[in-house]
């Protein structure tokens, strides 16, 4: 991922030195058990301990890389590295009975897992930051609007619950997927335990928090492209809202508005543009992780018990899906925090579509007089086409239509807009505390 959609927070849990450093935990983790189990002496395990270097440093990733290019091989070359660091025999301990995919696959589960606790941890404010902004335009009147027309009075903050609970569902789904991708093999080749005991990989999870999972040579890929497919959920859901605040950002809605500071410039031609630059980054950022998945979805299918066609795309995948989704997810919270809302010209906008919000409630008041529900449908559908066409009214033309047997007091009613958000109470309501 380039630098300027990464957060630090994020993006350390998938360099190299963390990679070697989570690499190096399970391999010491692996010695302590085997001694905890009577396998090697309290001493070899000690000499481990006191070899291996306490930090994975440049220098050690440099020697690492160093060998890899001579022998091909990047586990490997940590193995040869990191046994040259323990001046004892004990050394022939390390990596025992291991496989390359023992120490790899439980490390990038023991990264993702922490990156996915991260990732939870932003959506919650994120959540948090809908259910605010909705609880505060509760009672904010602006054009409900289906296929980009306008439909019947909602407010805007039953828009921003919609959203919320959209968040919320994609968190429930990353839950399910951190819970998932949680685990640790420490199997062997095939996965049978050939050459290690059984135990060891309990203990050894049960120190990192993972849990033992039946596998081949490695992790199911499916756990891994469920993760992603968590992140592009998340990642949907912003870009969906991010869309919308754009759209409602443009001139001719002037809804919304994007926080702006005293000295930002909006553009390098025309200073009075006051343009949605988060929105449009954030939409289009949406796309890049869709397009993630489908290579992660690719990576599930391996040749028997493994081959490494998914390793190459799964070292851009995966960590480019984690941070780029960590980045919208804390940037929509900015966004969100300082969006300016317009009330005034949310009602402008209602008051210029000529009541035609109202037809719903005109034809089901005609259809509680008697009237056939085709002819009412038709009735009213006339007269609106009316009003569009003449710009004028739908009031208007509904009290000289001599079809139309509705009183001034029920039109009052009818076209009453808190009539409309009498229930609007009852949806915020759900919105979780």
Request: net charge negative; with cysteine; glycine share 6%.
């Amino acid at each position: 991922m380039i630098e300027r959609y990464a957060k630090t927070a994020m993006s350390r849990l998938f360099t190299v030195k963390e990679q070697w450093a989570t690499a190096l935990q399970v391999e010491v983790a692996a010695v302590v058990a085997r001694a905890q189990l009577g396998q090697i002496t309290d001493e070899d395990r000690d000499a481990v301990l006191r070899g291996v270097p306490q930090e994975i440093t440049d220098e050690i990733v440099a020697q690492i890389s160093e060998r890899e290019a001579k022998i091909d091989h990047d586990v490997a070359a940590f193995v040869d590295v990191m046994q040259s660091y323990i001046d004892h025999d004990a050394s022939r301990w390390f990596h025992y009975g291991l496989t390359s995919a023992d120490i790899t696959d439980t490390a990038l589960c023991l990264r993702l897992t922490e990156a996915a606790d991260l990732l939870i941890g932003e959506a919650y404010e994120l959540l948090s930051a809908l259910c605010v902004r909705a609880r505060e335009f509760a009672d904010v009147p602006t054009a409900g609007r289906t296929h980009g027309q306008h439909a019947e009075v909602i407010t805007f903050g039953v828009r921003l619950a919609n959203w919320a609970f959209m968040v919320e569902r994609s968190i429930d789904t990353l839950v399910q997927a951190r819970d998932e991708i949680a685990v640790g093999k420490l199997s062997g080749a095939c996965g049978t335990y050939s050459n290690i005991d059984p135990e060891v990989e309990n203990i050894v999870c049960g120190e990192l928090g993972l849990r033992p999972i039946t596998a081949t040579q490695v992790v199911p890929r499916d756990l891994h492209a469920n993760l992603v497919y968590a992140c592009v959920r998340l990642g949907g859901a912003i870009g969906h809202i991010s869309f919308n605040l754009r759209i409602m950002a443009s001139t001719e809605y002037g809804e919304v508005e994007e926080g702006r500071r005293p000295e930002q410039k909006g553009s390098s031609a025309m200073p009075h543009k006051r343009n949605p630059i988060k929105g449009e980054q954030l939409d289009g950022l949406a796309r890049v992780l869709r397009g993630n998945l489908v290579s992660s979805l690719e990576e599930v299918e391996l040749l028997f018990e493994r081959d490494i066609s998914h390793s190459a795309p799964e070292r851009i995948v995966l960590a480019d899906t984690l941070i780029l989704c960590h980045y919208m997810t804390v940037t929509m919270v900015t966004v969100l925090s300082r969006l300016v809302v317009k009330p005034a010209r949310m009602q402008l906008n209602i008051d210029r579509g000529l009541g035609l919000m109202y037809t719903q409630t005109v034809l089901t008041s005609l259809i509680d007089q008697g009237m056939l529900r085709d002819d009412a449908y038709r009735l009213v559908q006339s007269l609106a086409y009316q009003a569009i066409e003449e710009n004028r009214p739908f009031r208007e033309l509904l009290n000289e239509s001599t079809e139309v047997m509705l009183t001034s007091d029920e039109l009052d009613t009818i076209f009453d807009q808190s009539r409309l958000l009498a229930h609007v109470g009852d949806i915020i309501d759900r919105l979780p505390a």
